[in-house]
Structure formats: structure tokens, C-alpha cells
DNA sequence: AAGTGGTCTAGACCACATC
DNA sequence: ATGTGGTCTAGACCACTTT
């Protein structure tokens, strides 16, 4: 690595010695929870300095995808009960956040993916989706409707994984059963009417103003894993964001 | 600076640094769009490395209290025409910023803080605020509701300068006209129905759907500086945010 | 040519966790 | 005692901007 780049592909070095860490992040090379090894090994692997290895590693961990703690080491994130999913917006009217909680009964369906959601996802045309649909509790009451679409190919099976516990959460299933890490999440807010399907068991008025939340979730390869709407009724919560 | 700290408020060098920069340019020793000192003269000044100074500016940097150029300098971020404020997050439906143009008619009213103003805003009892109402316009169309709450002391005659202009940012007001930098914001999200001083002005039923947003934003020192609702009429535009 | 921030290195010492 | 990341320093070279 010490002969000069000057290409039209030039990156920092640091920045290439990240785009490898990320690679191997992205192939399970080292899994969720794992350790890496230390800045010293890396920088002696890649022939680069320590202080390189460590700009590297503080970009990673900036975008959550690695966490580091002094005198133990830095780690693949990992989801799960201690380290809950950051990106979960929704906070009780008192600005508590909301233990994930739902209803149990989840329904799903498989079929053809619209042209939209083959956009949204970057789907092959004829390509299966599947939709599942589920009801979350805030406070014991229902308040939010979700609708989550995936690509039947990328995760079979995934509906069942939801019908055994009722407070999983899906990117912790992701991670654990299908190896794929949300980093990053897209969504779009709006007030729309209650429909009758949410109206049914949300215990609203059909009409009555609903928050609507369009989502689209990334990979660590940057490809959308998932998209997902949900419908909240913000009486008893609201949609925080900190932004600066 | 080179005795070792041990005490209670121990903090590392760069934050000492930066703490020192913050305080200059809160105090308006440097004001929005100045440059700084190199990284070299500043290190000379505080008798501390060069590199320590740039993790103190690289930290105001990703607050985005400075904006870097390479070659250039170091700047007291401004904003106006060509820096548009950041955190403003509504969309147009395809997914456009939307540019900040208002109907013109701003009415405004003086009173005494509300015991929840004077919490949200940390006034002493007895203190007075300003409430501006003002209609936000998207593709020539009224869809958003503003009001505006602010200490009255901090921000004497602000309503005067939004009369005379209908694009004016109020936190460029902020800036230019009383040295005060919004530099954070946490906003609270909810559906609810219009109200009928909203159906009015906004073309819109009573009871419509309208999302509707709940802000207090931050000066440089942590502060809250301003109180703001905005009721939104999403059938032409959306809330966009982008979490990782 | 001179000055700025951006990258890279090498080495020192510290705080923290583990053995 | 050892190993980890966190801080701090000093110096080199590069890329970009302005004079």
C-alpha cells in the first residue's frame, strides 16, 4: 500500500482499509457480536499504521456498524435484548421508549411483487414478495398497524420466526437467523384517514387521523432489505427525532 | 496544559479546546461566516498540538457549528440563500426540498408565558413571550401552519421582521439580526384533526387529518431558544427522515 | 509561492478491562 | 501483568485555494 494512487477510484487509505473491514462485515466473515481484532494486528494485516486502522474504525462506528469499548475491544454490532435497535422513533406521550410488544397475531401473505415494491427493493420482475401484517400494543392498548414486505428469496420463512414470540423484532431476526444487518433506515411521515382494516382492530374511528410511516431499510451493502408502512395511533405515543 | 487533571470534571484536551471555541463564538467573538484561525495559530495559542486542535474543529464540524474547506479555512457556519437550514425536514410528494415561501399575512399576539412555556423555554415566572402565526405555501398552495412562540426579552420586535419578507427563515432572523444560532432541534410527531382556525387559512375540512409538529430548537449554549408547532397538510407533501 | 485543511506515520502515555 | 482503545504529540507529505 505505499506506492501513490492517483486514479480516478482514489480513496484515503483509510477509507480503503474500511471498505475491507466492511466487506468482511457483509460476508459474515466476522458475525454480529463478534470481535475484531485489535488495531495493532489490523494495521500489521494491511500494512498501514495503527492511527489509519483507527480512522477507519471510528467511521464504522460512527455508522453504528461496529462499537467500540476501551479496554475490551470493538465488536460487530449486535441487536438483541441488552442493545435494543436505535432507530425505533416511536416514544410514549411522557418520552419513554416503547417496549416492544404485540398483539400475536400475525398474518401474512405471498405474492408477486408490484412494480413498485420491485423498485423499492430492486427486485427481478416476477420475483416473490412476502407481506406480513401484524398489530403492536402501547401500553397493552393496539395503536399501530404494520405492514412489513420482504423478498420471499432473501428470507424464506420469516413469518414463522415472528409467530413465536410476541415481542421479537424483525432486524434482530435478520441478523440472527438470516445473517443480514439493518444499518440504515429511509421513512416518510404523514396524517392520512384511519382505514377500516386499522379502524378493525386498533379500536379507532374510521377517519380518525392516523400517522403513517413509510420506511425503507438498508443493508451493510447499502441494497433495501425491507419495506415497511405502519399506521399509528398517536394518542398515547408520538414519533420522536433529535436533529441537528 | 501539560499537569495532568484527575479531578471530578476531568475532560479530555480537544474538549477543553473546543469548549473554548464554542464559548468564543457564542459570545460573537467570531460570528457566523467568519474564519477562524488556522489549526496552526490556534495550536500556538492554546500551546497544544495541531492535531488536538482538529479534533476539537472536526467535532464542531460534525455539529455543524464550523464548515471546513480544504485550502480555505475553518468557518463559523452561516446560513442564508446558499446554506440553506438543515434540519427542516419536509419534503414535496417528489421528494424535493421545499423551498421556504410563506402568504404573506403574519399575525402575532404578546402575552405571559403559559407555566408549560415558561418550562419549555426556562423563563422566570411572570415573563413575557411573542406567539407568531404565519401560513406556509407549498407549489402556491397553503398547507402548513406555523406558530411560533418566543421569549419576548431574548427576541424584541422579531414579528417586525417577518412582515417584510415572505421567504424569510426565521432562524436566518435569529442570526443576523440578534447573534443567536439555532444549532439543534427535537421535534414530536402526531396525527390529529384540523382545527377550525386551521381549516380557515388552509383550504382544508375540520377534522382532516393534519400532521402536526411539536419543536424546540437549541442556541449555541444548550438553551432552548424557540417553541414551535406547525400543523401540516400532508396530501402534498411528506416528512422525511433518514435514521442510522 | 505560500497557506490552508486532509492524510499518514510513529511513538508515547493514559484509562480501563481482564487475567 | 498484559492487552485494549483513548489521548496527545511531532513531523511529513498531499490536495486545494489564493496571491
Redesign the interface.
Known amino acids: 500500500m505505499s506506492e501513490t494512487l492517483q486514479g480516478p477510484d482514489f480513496s484515503p487509505l483509510y477509507r480503503q482499509v474500511k471498505e475491507l473491514l466492511l466487506q468482511r462485515i457483509a460476508a459474515g466473515h466476522w458475525k454480529p457480536g463478534d470481535i475484531l481484532p485489535s488495531e495493532t494486528k489490523l494495521a500489521g494485516e494491511f500494512n498501514v499504521s495503527q492511527g489509519t486502522v483507527r480512522k477507519a474504525l471510528e467511521e464504522l462506528a460512527a ?2 456498524l461496529v462499537v467500540r469499548h476501551q479496554g475490551k475491544g470493538t465488536f460487530v454490532t449486535a441487536r438483541g435484548a441488552e442493545q435494543p435497535v436505535h ?1 425505533f ?1 416511536m ?1 410514549t406521550a411522557d418520552h419513554q421508549r416503547l417496549p416492544p410488544r404485540f398483539n400475536g397475531k400475525v398474518t401474512h401473505e405471498v405474492g408477486l411483487a408490484t412494480p413498485a415494491e420491485r423498485r423499492s427493493l430492486g427486485l427481478p420482475e416476477g420475483a416473490d414478495v412476502v407481506r406480513i401484517f401484524r398489530v403492536r400494543l402501547v401500553g397493552g392498548t393496539p395503536s399501530m398497524f404494520d405492514e412489513i414486505i420482504l423478498a420471499r428469496a432473501q428470507f424464506p420463512g420469516f413469518e414463522q420466526h415472528l409467530n413465536r414470540d410476541d415481542q421479537v423484532n424483525t432486524y434482530v431476526i435478520m441478523e440472527k437467523e438470516y445473517g443480514v444487518l439493518a ?11 384511519a382505514e377500516p382494516r386499522h379502524a378493525e382492530v386498533l379500536n379507532v374511528e374510521v ?6 410511516i413509510d420506511r425503507v431499510t438498508y443493508g451493510v451493502d447499502g441494497k433495501p432489505i425491507e419495506l415497511r408502512t405502519v399506521w ?1 395511533d ?1 394518542t398515547d405515543c ?7
Not at 207 to 212: A, D, I, S
Request: hydrophobic share 35%; no cysteine; proline share 6%.
Open positions: 455508522e453504528h432507530f422513533s416514544m444499518v440504515r433506515s429511509e421513512e416518510w411521515l404523514s396524517a392520512v384517514p377517519g380518525q387521523p392516523m400517522l403513517k399509528v398517536t408520538h414519533y420522536y427525532n433529535s436533529v441537528s
